[in-house]
């Protein structure tokens, strides 16, 4: 059961972060620090080894650096980065694969409805969705990250225990 409210916990900060990206085009720190922090307990509770808790920490450190270099080059924010990484904390390499698949699939299909939306100039009166349509800004990938995170879930290793 407390297994169960862990996954339960990590399920409502990825759609914390999809909405307030969606919202505001960033991603609250606490949401990738609280990702990250729930791991370990999470691990412990679904009895992984220290090995595997080391793969996955690597996989997590590992992630970072490389999407913190994509950030630098200006490929994608910096929300965007922490949070692949802390995801990448609990995919570990048996879910890391899907989780990009996923993740990218989604991403283009929120870019393609973007620019099929963006297009057809509507009008809004809401502020974040004129923002949201305006060509001026970038997307929500948050909203992708997300998505490939629960698609990929039943082959992440402290998920799957729970199944």
Known sequence: MLLVSMITAFSALLLWAAFSDLATMQIPNRISILIAALFLPAAAVAGLGP????????????????????FYLGVFGGGDAKLIAAIALWTGP???????????????????????????????????????????????????????????????PVIAAAL
């Not at 991403?107 to 509507?122: D, F, N, P, S």
């Open 51 to 70: 090995a595997a808790v080391g793969v996955h920490l690597a996989f997590g450190a590992g992630a970072l650096i490389i999407c913190a270099g994509l």
């Open 94 to 156: 048996t879910a890391i694969a899907p989780f990009l698949f996923w993740t990218a699939l989604a991403g283009g299909v929120l870019a393609g409805t973007l620019i099929v939306l963006r297009r057809m100039k509507l009008a809004t009166q809401q502020a974040w969705s004129t923002r949201l349509l305006s060509s001026q800004e970038g997307a929500p990938y948050a909203v992708a990250i997300s998505a490939g995170a629960f698609i990929a879930a039943p082959a992440i």
